[in-house]
T-cell receptor, first 114, second 113 residues
Framework: GIQVEQSPPDLILQEGANSTLRCNFSDSVNNLQWFHQNPWGQLINLFYIPSGTKQNGRLSATTVATERYSLLYISSSQTTDSGVYFCAVGLTNAGGTSYGKLTFGQGTILTVHP | KAGVTQTPRYLIKTRGQQVTLSCSPISGHRSVSWYQQTPGQGLQFLFEYFSETQRNKGNFPGRFSGRQFSNSRSEMNVSTLELGDSALYLC????????????FGQGTRLTVV
């Protein structure tokens, strides 16, 4: 199956700093999503980004599908950005039906200090 | 729109018992997927349902089963519970086939003692 590797595993920042989280995957995918897991365990969908670049406020993401990686940028970090960030990928099956199975990386634990 | 609702939020069961977890997707969403999250294995896909049919299944024993009702609500069942089944169980919904963005509920934290 598809392997997903995220780096760094842990990241500690001061409030206001910028950061880049990386996600490498082992095979072609047409489904890539970034999530933030809050302290209560809920996964919040940040981006659906199988290719290209998207921005949402202080967050942006870029996926280079041909090189099998995606980057999540967090600018001017805030304490509320703390938590675990997951990259998850998937592949439409050969029959063309878009199944939703996601394979998750191990996550990046982000801690932002005031 | 209301988000994905999972019940119960917390559950404590004894080894050997069975448990049923419930997931109500976002209104209009027809696909429901289940994931297990543990500290050791991370997030792992259990199964996905669409139109009351299981469309995909992860690598879990047959003790893990699920179903989907005509209103798209889904349940998953774990029989003969083991200590290793202690985990956060997350449900995700998405709108229709071809729309891949997943929205997760807050999860059910199951503890097996």
């Amino acid at each position: 199956g598809i392997q997903v590797e995220q780096s760094p595993p842990d990241l500690i920042l001061q409030e206001g700093a910028n950061s880049t989280l990386r996600c490498n995957f082992s095979d072609s995918v047409n489904n890539l999503q970034w999530f933030h897991q809050n302290p209560w365990g809920q996964l919040i969908n940040l981006f659906y980004i199988p290719s290209g670049t998207k921005q949402n406020g202080r967050l942006s993401a870029t996926t280079v599908a041909t090189e099998r990686y995606s980057l999540l940028y967090i600018s001017s970090s805030q304490t509320t950005d703390s938590g675990v960030y997951f990259c998850a990928v998937g592949l439409t099956n050969a029959g063309g039906t878009s199944y939703g199975k996601l394979t998750f990386g191990q996550g990046t634990i982000l801690t932002v200090h005031p | 729109k209301a988000g994905v609702t999972q019940t119960p939020r917390y559950l404590i069961k004894t080894r050997g018992q069975q448990v049923t977890l419930s997931c109500s997707p976002i209104s209009g969403h027809r696909s429901v997927s289940w994931y297990q999250q543990t500290p050791g294995q991370g997030l792992q896909f259990l199964f996905e349902y669409f139109s009351e049919t299981q469309r995909n299944k992860g690598n879990f024993p047959g003790r893990f089963s699920g179903r989907q009702f005509s209103n798209s609500r889904s349940e998953m069942n774990v029989s003969t519970l083991e200590l290793g089944d202690s985990a956060l169980y997350l449900c995700a919904s998405r709108s229709v086939l071809g729309r891949l963005r997943a929205f997760f509920g807050q999860g059910t934290r199951l503890t097996v003692v």
